[in-house]
């Protein structure tokens, strides 16, 4: 089955706690990223990834790091967390690119930095 | 600066007739479009997609109409069922650039048996 997995689903920190979010997908996409979803402010993009070790920033990147060293992994790390980082997170993949129909979405990860 | 915009936070529709949900952008350099669905503790799923090149795409009981000179699209459900109560969203791509999607608010749509 054709999936895109996160872990935690759910995850409760505090403040300045390395942590990292794992996302895994089995259908040998190149694009993968994150995202992050707030009240009022639909899904942001965080970070992005074309292809192995090929990265790139999106729209709401400061504070997180992320590492494409194999294909089918893309893990989203926050190396001091803050409570602004509280929100829910999704890991995407396609195939092509990032608007291509063939996004497929993980079940989110929501996080909580008190 | 939201980029794209729903401004309808939510929708109430009665079961069986038509839901019709708005998204506007403001980035002229946008030419592909897509309506994604959300129910609670589960990802956006795509539904239907449109390219700046169309004004309608439909796919059963889901159309989107694209006026490009408004900068405005619509995602219209006919006839509403039950299970289309979910969140969407709007999203817009420039393909010829940024690899990247942006999202609107998201619509809560809830259709009222």
């Known amino acids: 089955e054709a999936q895109v997995t996160q872990n935690p689903r759910y995850l409760i920190t505090v403040t300045g706690k390395k942590l990292t979010v794992t996302c895994s997908q089995n259908m040998n996409h190149e694009y993968m990223s994150w995202y992050r979803q707030d009240p009022g402010l639909g899904l942001r993009q965080i970070y992005y990834s074309m292809n192995v070790e090929v990265t790139d920033k999106g729209d709401v990147p400061e504070g997180y790091k992320v590492s494409r060293k194999e294909k089918r992994n893309f893990p989203l790390i926050l190396e001091s967390p803050s409570p602004n980082q509280t929100s829910l997170y999704f890991c995407?993949?396609?195939?092509?690119?990032?608007?291509?129909?063939?996004?497929?979405f993980g079940q989110g990860t929501r996080l909580t930095v008190v | 600066d939201q980029q794209v915009k729903q401004n309808s936070p939510s929708l109430s529709v009665q079961e069986g007739r038509i839901s019709i949900l708005n998204c506007d952008y403001t980035n002229s350099m946008f030419d592909y479009f897509l309506w994604y669905k959300k129910y609670p503790a589960e990802g956006p799923t795509f539904l239907i997609s449109?390219?700046?090149?169309?004004d309608k795409n439909e796919d059963g009981r889901f159309t989107v109409f694209l006026n490009k000179s408004a900068k405005h699209l619509s995602l219209h459900i006919v006839p509403s069922q039950p299970g289309d109560s979910a969140v969407y969203f709007c999203a817009a791509s420039d393909i010829q650039g940024a690899q990247k999607l942006v999202f609107g608010q998201g619509t809560r749509l809830t259709i009222n048996p």
């Open positions: 995407a993949s396609s195939s092509t690119w990032v608007g291509s129909p063939e996004a497929f």
């Open positions: 449109i390219s700046s090149i169309k």
